[in-house]
């Protein structure tokens, strides 16, 4: 890499390395954009599945994307072909027991074949009021339309409508299916209420919502059901925020907009990027939830910033088997990994000639040592730099502004140059005094040891020192 006279230099990118002073500015993560241009044939990615083998699936408004980390699959209508999609419209993506992909459109129900790659259609007595699939603990594929349930039926290869939910007059709006550790299936509903299914299929709860009981379940606009590590059931809406069930008490906890700083309360979206915290994506950008306390830190979407989302319109965020987030939006696919190092290019806002050896202090800031400007200071969090000089950073004063190492201690900042000398630079007071004079040669290293003892190498006849 080559160096200017204005050096640009890389920090590892961290994930409190966009987190700004106000909490509201920036993610934490730093995102790759995958577009249109990579492949995908359009650029809403409403949702977003990990099948057994690792592919990521992708639903759109364009059709059905299978993303093997390099190039797309896509799975689209022919009209003249019957073995195709239906339509191009996804609404939900699930995997049966033999790793067939089941693919639910706005006009019907499909299955991919999992070694041929086939498409078969299924019929249903309601196919453009299908919205939700998932696989059970024991292996059952359930599918759910707007009033019915229908699971597979393996040896006919159909579908197979079920009674489970006749106990429930007026029954309607079917929008999510969960279990529970416990074999309990849950049926999340737009217009009536959350109905709870036990192993036997027998009904044996059913919350409603009571406009004169805040603790009741949300009211209409369900987005769908999310089981997180402490087994607790959150419940997400496009118009009410989100709330979990509180079993014991047999009620539900919201999370909104005019109870928390949630930016939105059309949630789309909602993954577990680790314990004890929940990642909501809205209609405006993405939440972060801590799970004990409750309280919404919401990031504001800024398009220019390195590593930002595509767009701020969220609507599905899936976290793979590696531990890295997938974020859709209304402009594409969004994605993540902690184990990837990104960088992170600045450019100082002075001159400070090379920049060299690097530590932070007990605060988070960051310090360089430079070749003409002393000590170069920068805030990851903020994003503040400054240079401290040991004279006034004028040409005629470069040499003695050259720092080759460093080492920090509480408020203490031990220097050394390239004359053989080491100061002592007080943060606190912002000024140096002279600690060693060895008269000849570049000290590359210092060295504070587990008894507390300093050692210089210096680059004299005198070697070593402690």
């Known amino acids: 890499m080559t160096k200017s006279t204005l050096v640009l230099f890389l920090l590892f990118l961290f994930p409190y390395l966009f987190q700004s002073a106000n909490s509201k500015n920036t993610t934490p993560y730093f995102f790759t954009q995958i577009g249109v241009e990579d492949g995908l044939t359009q650029s809403t990615v409403t949702n977003i599945y990990q099948d057994t083998d690792g592919y990521l699936w992708l639903g759109t408004q364009g059709g059905l994307h299978r993303y093997d980390g390099y190039e797309f699959k896509v799975f689209k209508n022919n009209p003249t072909d019957s073995c195709t999609l239906t339509d191009n ?24 074949m999992h070694r041929t790659e086939k498409v078969k259609r299924y019929s249903t007595q309601t196919p453009r009021e299908m919205h939700c699939c998932m696989r059970s603990k024991e292996g059952d594929f359930l599918l759910a339309g707007e009033k019915k349930i229908y699971q597979y039926d393996e040896q ?55 406009p004169k009981d805040p603790s009741s379940f949300i009211r209409g606009a369900i987005h769908g059901l999310f089981t997180d590590s402490r087994k607790r059931l959150w419940i997400t809406s496009e118009t009410s925020g989100l709330c979990y069930l509180d079993k014991k008490q047999k009620r539900f906890v919201h999370v909104t907009a005019e109870n928390s700083d949630l930016n939105s309360n059309v949630i789309r979206a909602i993954a577990e990027p ?36 595509g767009y701020y319109s969220i609507h599905s965020i899936l976290k793979d088997n590696t531990g890295a987030l997938w974020v859709g939006t209304w402009k594409g696919l969004n994605y993540y990994s902690p184990a990837k190092k990104q960088f992170y290019l600045l450019t100082p806002n002075e001159f400070t000639g090379l920049l060299g050896m690097g530590k932070e202090d007990r605060d988070g800031n960051i310090w360089f040592a430079t070749e003409g400007s002393g000590l170069f200071c920068y805030n990851p969090q903020t994003r503040d730099q ?39 630079f007080s943060r606190k007071n912002k000024d140096y005094q002279l600690l060693y004079d060895y008269k000849y040669g570049d000290i590359y290293s210092l060295l504070i040891d587990n008894k507390d003892r300093l050692w210089i190498p210096t680059n004299s006849n005198k070697g070593l020192f402690l």
């Open 89 to 112: 419209n996804i609404q939900d993506i699930g995997e049966d027991r033999h790793k067939n992909i089941w693919v639910i459109t706005y006009n019907g129900v499909h299955k991919i």
């Open 156 to 210: 006919g290869d159909s579908l197979i409508c079920k009674d489970w939910l006749s106990s429930i007059p007026g029954l309607s709006g079917i929008k999510a299916l969960q279990e529970d550790e416990e074999g309990n299936l849950y049926v999340a509903t737009a217009n009536s209420g959350l109905v709870v299914l036990d192993k036997q299929k027998k009904v044996i709860h059913h919350y409603k919502h009571n």
């Open 274 to 309: 680790e314990p004890g915290r929940l990642l909501l994506g809205t209609f405006t950008g993405l939440n972060d939830l801590d799970m004990e306390t409750l309280k919404v830190t919401p990031y504001k979407f800024i398009p220019d910033e390195p590593g930002a989302l």
């Open 386 to 424: 400054q240079i401290f000089p040991k004279r006034s950073p004028y040409k005629s004063n470069y040499n003695d502004n050259i720092i080759k190492s460093l080492f920090i201690k509480g408020d203490s900042i031990l220097c050394a140059t390239h004359k053989g000398s080491v100061y002592l």
